[in-house]
Every structure is written in C-alpha cells, then in structure tokens.
C-alpha cells in the first residue's frame, strides 16, 4: 500500500484518510490539534479498534460522530492517555507500563503541561485501562495486533495490513533524541521495520510514512550524532543542525535534543 493512496473526508477541523486494504480498512485521522495528533481506527466488518484517543474535546466529539455507525471494540492506548471523555464505554488495552505513563510517568507529566498550555479545550482526564495486556499477538475485534513493550509503553503491528505502529517517526521534523544512545536504539528499531518491509509506519504526530522515510529518519540520526561530538555547545549543535535541515519543523523537539545531548 503506497502510503499516498487513499480517499480524504474532510470534517468539520479534522480530515479522515481512508486506506483501503479490501477487507480492512484505515482510517487516519488528521486532527489538526495544536499538538499534531493522529489517531487511527481499524476497521473490519463493521468492527473497529482504535489506536490511541485524540485529546482536545472537539476533536473527542467529531471522531465520535464520525465512528457513530461503526461498532467500536477496543481502544489501544499507548502513548496517549490522555482524553477519557471520548467513547468512555469502550474497553481500553494497554500494557502495565503504558499504564504506570500516563498516570505516574512522563506521559502525566506532559498532561500537565498541555493542561497548562491549552487549558479548557484539552482533556486531561486520563483513560482507565480495563483490559492489561502483554507482548505478544491480541486479538480485538476480529482483528489481529502484534504487541511490543517499549521503555515508555508499546508499539502496535497490525499484520492484515503490513502495518506498525510507533510514537513518532516524522521524516521532515525533529525529534525528540535523549543523546547517543537513544538515537542507536531508535535507528535500531527503524532499521527492523525496513527488514521487515512494513508497508506503512504509523506515528502518533504524523500522517502515514513508509521504509523510505524511515531510511531518510535513519541517516538523520547518524548525522545528529556527528554533529553533537563535533559541537562544543548546545547553541552551536542547533545552529548547524538548523543550518543543514532548515526545512524541518519541530523546533521544540530540537530544543529538547540539545538538552540532552549537552546536558
């Protein structure tokens, strides 16, 4: 599946991409959230599992009238635990780890900030996980996913449509890199997806990529690591690394990366 062929629904401040397998279907969808949110929603026989939950209340609405002729599952919340006004009747999967996030670990903290941040539109109610679940396949709604535990919670593939799921990728943008030897484990992690030949990488910021953007992520990362040992400082780190990417977004993300690189 070419990560461009789909069909667009726009909706009232988000738009749905839908991607037709056949049998299956996803459904990307494109909040438009001051956070760049994406949330994707599987769907089979008129059965459907969602990954992650949006987080801003009028996107919590628009989704759930999108979805409202649609008999919803499950909802996997990974890295997203924020948002629990939407569908709360729906059963939630999350491994421990994911859970222990988003209410003691850093994914609480970031609630806190977006709650400072945005204040009345984002909800920062966190979902209660009813079902725990493990590494390994689960079956939810008729559909398979394969489950990874990763250090913050857990990566999703959806083997019916050669597909997986992570935090972020973003090919064009900035990440958040926690020094040398986080970006190895994420070049690490990005490589197996090539050498698995995934059709579509999923991320939680960005629209559908493809093993091309993760190539391009990949040699990214190998020269973030050249310039840091080559910078005596964060300010030089960010110059040159502004200077040979200045297209990418995420300035933030850059700001973060020098912290910990020069910590």
């Known amino acids: 599946m070419n990560k461009n062929t789909f069909t667009t629904v726009k909706l009232a401040k988000g ?10 279907k996803l459904h990307a969808y494109k909040t438009n959230d001051f956070i760049d949110d994406e949330v994707f929603i599987v769907e089979k026989d008129g059965r459907a599992v969602i ?3 949006p ?9 759930a009238e999108y979805l409202k002729d649609v008999e919803v599952e499950g909802m996997l919340i990974a890295y997203h635990g924020a948002g629990a006004t939407f569908l709360p009747e729906v059963p939630k999967y999350a491994t421990q780890n994911a859970a222990d996030y988003s209410t003691n670990g850093g994914g609480k903290a970031l609630v806190a900030n977006f709650t400072n941040a945005f204040g009345e539109t984002f909800d920062n109610s966190i979902h209660k996980i009813t079902q725990v679940i493990g590494e390994g396949q689960v079956t939810i709604g008729g559909i398979d996913f394969v489950i990874k535990q990763t250090a913050e919670a857990f990566d999703i593939a959806i083997p019916e449509i050669n597909a997986v799921y992570t935090h972020m990728l973003g090919h064009d943008c900035h990440s958040i890199v926690a020094g040398a030897n986080h970006a190895d484990g994420i070049i690490a992690e990005l490589s197996s997806y090539i050498e698995k030949g995934y059709d579509l990488i999923l991320t939680s910021h960005y629209t559908p990529e493809d093993l091309k953007d993760a190539q391009t992520k990949i040699d990214y990362l190998e020269n973030l690591k050249k310039i840091a040992a080559n910078c005596a400082d964060s300010d030089s780190f960010k110059a040159e690394v502004q200077k040979q990417y200045p297209a990418y977004s995420g300035q933030n993300y850059l700001d973060m990366t020098a912290g910990f690189f020069f910590a």
């Open 15 to 24: 738009e749905m991409n839908i991607y037709d397998f056949g049998s299956i």
């Open 51 to 53: 990954i992650e939950s």
């Open 55 to 63: 987080c801003f209340f009028d996107n919590n609405r628009e989704l």
